[in-house]
């Protein structure tokens, strides 16, 4: 490694001194990275090096900040005065920002397989902690730079793994050699298969979790995120294409950005590499890494290398080897800390006035404050609020009265998030519901609205004195009550709400107790007097366990406690109005045995989602069963069968039958439904959409744009559901859904359309007018009977990227009393 004008600390162990190699000669496995950045810190004063979290697999994520010795001695203060440019930028002057160095996050290889990132990061960091030079030491001086070398560690792992194993002494750039040709789930995911690039804002993972406190614990001017892209294209840097940055991003951020994209230009053009800029991606969607930083203030920067993959691949535009992609990314971390130096005023000027802005911002829009109710899904409610906190929201409990949606929330019923606060950007960006756009175009989502994700009302009111109390404290799950075993129970009863209940139930059935379902509403004798309980009421008989009352209120507690559930009691199984408890309209709930698809022909992220909700907030034991042994496996080990999405022949799915009229559920989810209405075990007939007619006459040029303009890349549309279906048990008769494609049904006659989307579904996000019209009153959630069995369609992605807890509640109903109807 040799960088014009700098010489280097021969104390400083080199990268091949500790790994036993080169950089770019081989993939460096996550823990080999750990070890060197701890030997970088043990060796220079100029570095620090920390955990700050764990992945799902163990793995330790840390982080190294490197600055000048002097700015380590007063790194607390350093970051201390950096945070009042967000909490209290009317009182920084200019004079104080001019004497602050400014913080540039570097983050890389957040997508596992794209594996170049983590090497330059190990250049990076040596050359940083052992070069001197005028350039070296004027970015130690004017800048604190925070290193996150793997922000997913447990992708890197399974992909550098087999690389690594699969590559002799000599390599080849055969794409059909194995080295090439990583297997089903790739590396690109975390351990569950999320995306941890688009998982900024649902903070979903422990890794976005504990990336989020790091990036607000330093609150960065500038941050690089560094990818990889196919390995035809060339090298991207930002900005993206103009008319697709989020309208809540200042234009000033936008002109810093070009400003810096000279940096790259030349740093690139020195190499004779070529790039592009404001092509292919955008600033849209603010849950990504390059845009995060958008709404916060700073400056992010979406690094794109065309990947090699392996040590070296064949692309159109000849050999690409590994050691070019390294070197690549390595100049531009270099390149961004030079724009970051340079530019250090302006960054900080212009993060200081994003803040001092907020105040404007919100007046402009119109809003004094959200208030969230509480009354109607108060645990997706509080969910929502704990993940604002996350961003640095302030949320509040309401001290009085607050008239919203024709009535008065009380205190305990409602949430209050003033709209001035120094988050209003991002708050406004989260909450509120958009259908109008500057572009039809979106490379990732167009809507990612919370209160629709977690089904909860929200309310926008003006401005005005509001009865604020007091900052709301963490949320911790848990039952609002308890209760005490009561000497005349019979039952005991919890409303199925689909999220709370479900994981209730999964941990009741573990401990063998029995529980059943009410499928119609009815009166129940409670120790007080009479109480309405709806259809989806789980019962619990208390002498009918092999247990003694005490015992079995016990174990139900802990459950309630556990998952947070309220309990009730009735002391008699005749109910003065409604159906019995014992009777017909009461169904024996069995614990589920399920399965979910998996490998080769299903869609790894889709999958991802599903087993994370199944197994980390239900709490159950999942199979996870590869599509292509479906044909061979004992399915009797089984009851559900969950396809999340993907492409399979009809012959497989077809094997199932035997299995679905033995009793057998199959639940298949979003683009499931186009093999499962193909194989013949649902009936549903697509509707017809002409978009050659739609773009005909469109100019060449324009064709490609004119097409997309038609496509549904991410979209919430409102669902109508048949409230008396257990399917739609404590939801209600509508909810809002993620849909992702624009391919629409009807069902025949063999076939019970559960939800419909409305005559006007478009509730966030976009899609044209022609996909509307072909959307209303298609069908969403659909059952046919198959024998005992059934088969259950999800037309869109219910836990979509594992934070739609509004219609996560269809994939628990699907599981738990799919056997009830």
């Known amino acids: 490694m040799h960088v014009e004008g700098v010489t280097y600390d021969h ?30 810190a043990r060796a220079s004063d100029r570095v620090t090096v920390a955990e700050h979290g764990r992945t799902h697999e163990g793995r330790r994520l840390i982080h190294a900040v490197i600055t000048s010795p002097r700015n380590h001695d007063r790194l607390e203060s350093i970051r201390d005065a950096n945070r009042r440019i967000s909490d209290d930028p009317a009182g920084v002057s200019p004079a104080e920002l001019g004497a602050m160095p400014a913080i540039v996050f570097l983050g890389y290889s957040v997508h596992g397989n794209e594996a170049s990132g983590t090497e330059a990061a190990l250049l990076t960091l040596y050359h940083l902690a052992a070069g001197s030079g005028p350039a070296v030491d004027a970015i130690l001086d004017s800048l604190v730079v925070v290193i996150d070398p793997m922000l997913n560690p447990d992708g890197r792992d399974r992909f550098v793994d087999w690389v690594n194993r699969n590559r002799g002494e000599v390599h080849t750039t055969d794409s059909q050699d194995r080295e090439h040709r990583e297997p089903w789930p790739g590396g690109r995911t975390n351990h569950y298969w999320f995306d941890l690039n688009r998982d900024w804002l649902p903070a979903r993972q422990p890794e976005s979790r504990a990336r989020l406190r790091l990036f607000h614990e330093w609150r960065p001017q500038l941050m690089a995120d560094f990818h990889e892209m196919g390995g035809d294209a060339t090298y991207f840097f930002q900005p993206g294409v ?16 070009r400003e810096i994209a000279a940096y790259h230009a030349r740093a690139l053009d020195r190499l004779g590499q070529l790039y592009f800029t404001e092509e292919v991606f955008d600033d849209f969607y603010y849950g990504k890494g390059a845009s995060y930083p958008d709404v916060n203030g700073a400056v992010g920067i979406l690094f794109e290398q065309a990947s090699s993959r392996s040590r070296e691949s064949e692309t159109e535009n000849g050999p690409l080897s590994y050691a070019i992609t390294v070197r690549n990314q390595f100049a531009t971390s270099l390149s961004t800390l030079a724009a970051a130096r340079d530019l250090r005023v302006d960054l900080l000027e212009m993060q200081r006035d994003f803040y001092a802005n907020a105040e404007q911002f919100a007046a402009d829009r119109g809003v004094g404050a959200y208030v969230v109710d509480l009354t109607r899904g108060r645990l997706r409610a509080l969910e929502m609020a704990r993940l604002l906190q996350l961003h640095r929201v302030r949320v509040y409990e309401i001290a009085g009265p607050v008239a919203v ?15 001035d606060q120094p988050q209003a950007r991002l708050l406004d960006a989260a909450l509120r519901s958009e259908t109008s756009f500057r572009d039809s175009l979106f490379y990732d989502v167009s809507a990612w609205t919370l209160p629709h994700a977690f089904d909860v009302d929200v309310y926008e009111i003006g401005t005005g004195d509001l009865p604020i109390g007091q900052e ?17 129970a019979v039952a005991i009863l919890v409303v199925w709400d689909g999220l709370a209940s479900a994981r209730f139930l999964g941990r009741l059935q573990k401990q063998g107790l029995a529980a059943r379902i009410m499928t119609r509403p009815f009166m129940a004798q409670s120790p007080m007097g009479r109480d309405p309980f709806p259809a989806g009421t789980v019962v619990i008989p208390v002498r009918q366990q092999g247990l003694g009352p005490d015992s079995v209120f016990h174990l139900v507690g802990q459950a309630a406690a556990q998952a947070g559930t309220q309990l009730h009691v009735t002391i008699s199984g005749l109910t003065p109005e409604g159906p019995d408890l014992g009777g017909r309209s009461s169904g024996l709930l069995s614990p589920p045995r399920v399965a979910l698809l998996t490998g080769r022909g299903t869609s790894s992220t889709r999958t991802g989602e599903v087993w994370s909700f199944l197994s980390e907030d239900l709490g159950l034991a999942v199979s996870l069963l590869d599509l292509e042994r479906l044909e061979s496996a004992d399915l009797g080990r089984y009851d559900v069968l969950v396809f999340a999405g993907g492409s399979t022949s009809d012959s497989t799915l077809t094997s199932l039958d035997s299995w679905l009229r033995s009793g057998g559920r199959l639940v298949a989810l979003g683009s499931a439904a186009d093999d499962v209405g193909a194989a013949g075990l649902l009936e549903l007939t697509e509707r017809p959409f002409d978009l050659d007619s739609l773009t005909a006459g469109v100019s060449w040029r324009e064709r490609g744009a004119a097409r997309g303009a038609h496509s549904v890349g991410g979209a919430i549309l409102k669902v109508e559901l048949d409230a008396t279906h257990p399917l739609a048990f404590g939801i209600g008769e509508t909810v809002p859904t993620f849909r992702t494609n624009g391919t629409f049904y009807d069902v ?21 007018d022609a996909r509307l019209e072909l959307a209303a009153g298609s069908v969403a959630v659909a059952v046919t009977r198959k024998g005992k069995g059934a088969v259950i369609v999800v037309l869109d992605e219910p836990v979509f990227r594992g934070f739609w807890q509004g219609s996560a509640r269809l994939l628990a109903n699907a599981v738990f009393l799919g056997g009830s109807f």
């Open 11 to 40: 104390a400083v162990p080199r990268p091949d001194v500790v790994l036993g190699y080169v950089v770019g000669t081989r993939h460096t496995e996550p823990h080999r990275v750990v070890e060197y950045f701890f030997a970088i």
């Open 242 to 257: 103009p008319s697709r940055t989020h309208p809540n991003t200042p234009e000033r951020n936008q002109e810093i950005t």
């Open 472 to 488: 709301l404290a963490p949320v911790h799950r848990g039952a609002p009550d308890s209760i005490s075993a009561h000497p005349d």
């Open 405 to 419: 949606g024709g009535r008065d929330l009380g205190p305990g019923e409602a949430l209050v998030v003033p709209a």
């Open 748 to 768: 025949g006659s063999s076939t019970v359309a559960v939800g419909q989307y409305a005559e006007h579904p478009l509730l966030s996000g976009y899609m044209s």
